[in-house]
């Protein structure tokens, strides 16, 4: 597999029951965004016990979230990194209609956890706006649109916007002046206003 392959985990109710924790999650976006780490190192960086991110760590092991990087580590420091680019759920209604109750409810959360992320995100790029170059304050994007679409015109949308995403994920990679560029994507039929 080449450097440029993206690596997708499809998530399962068994993998969604795996992955569904607050910290869990902050782990692996932690390793995903600035690449292997120790438990201790995850520890500093989130502000949690050496403990706590071991134990996680080897929870998202066990679900395949995570892995050994075979280049780095000792025999008493264990590096790990993300053995996936990106997770994704295929069958949001088999989730959230599913006949376990924990799984419903490992989705809502992580539903959840997935949006305050994004959100968290967002706000430190707004406090740091200043603090970019102009380039990139004006490449940056914060707006919304509503549109009238039928279920499935939404979703030929969706699948569009994620064709164009994956046109350009590796396009720039290691040119000069290339950049982590995050791109949110949330999409969701809006309830119409009120009666009068």
Same mark, same amino acid.
């Given at each position: 597999?080449?450097?440029?392959? @993206?690596?997708?985990?499809?998530?399962?109710?068994?993998?969604?029951?795996?992955?569904? /924790?607050?910290?869990?999650?902050?782990?692996?976006?932690?390793?995903?965004? @600035?690449?292997?780490? *120790?438990?201790?190192?995850?520890?500093?960086?989130?502000?949690?016990?050496?403990?706590?991110?071991?134990?996680?760590?080897?929870?998202?092991?066990?679900?395949?979230?995570?892995?050994?990087?075979?280049?780095?580590?000792?025999?008493?420091?264990?590096?790990?990194?993300?053995?996936?680019?990106?997770?994704?759920?295929?069958?949001?209604?088999?989730?959230?209609?599913?006949?376990?109750?924990?799984?419903?409810?490992?989705?809502?959360?992580?539903?959840?956890?997935?949006?305050?992320?994004?959100?968290?995100?967002?706000?430190?790029?707004?406090?740091?706006?200043?603090?970019?170059?102009?380039?990139?304050?004006?490449?940056?994007?914060?707006?919304?649109? *509503?549109? /009238?679409?039928?279920?499935?015109?939404?979703?030929?949308?969706?699948?569009?916007? @994620?064709?164009?995403?994956?046109?350009?994920?590796?396009?720039?990679?290691?040119?000069?002046?290339?950049?982590?560029?995050?791109?949110?994507? @949330?999409?969701?039929?809006?309830?119409?206003?009120?009666?009068?």
């Amino acid at each position: 597999m080449s450097r440029h392959d @993206h690596r997708v985990q499809r998530l399962d109710p068994q993998s969604l029951l795996g992955i569904a /924790h607050p910290l869990r999650m902050r782990l692996l976006s932690s390793l995903r965004e @600035h690449g292997p780490a *120790t438990a201790s190192q995850l520890a500093g960086r989130l502000g949690e016990s050496s403990g706590a991110t071991s134990y996680h760590l080897r929870q998202l092991a066990a679900f395949g979230f995570v892995e050994d990087d075979p280049d780095r580590g000792t025999g008493r420091e264990r590096w790990w990194r993300s053995a996936y680019d990106s997770t994704l759920v295929d069958d949001t209604s088999g989730m959230l209609d599913h006949a376990d109750p924990r799984v419903r409810g490992a989705f809502h959360l992580y539903q959840q956890e997935v949006a305050a992320y994004h959100a968290l995100e967002q706000a430190n790029f707004l406090g740091s706006f200043l603090e970019w170059p102009a380039a990139w304050r004006e490449a940056s994007e914060l707006s919304d649109f *509503t549109l /009238h679409l039928t279920a499935r015109q939404a979703r030929e949308l969706v699948e569009r916007l @994620h064709s164009v995403i994956a046109e350009y994920r590796d396009a720039a990679q290691g040119k000069d002046g290339s950049q982590p560029f995050r791109v949110h994507l @949330h999409a969701f039929p809006h309830p119409p206003a009120p009666p009068e």
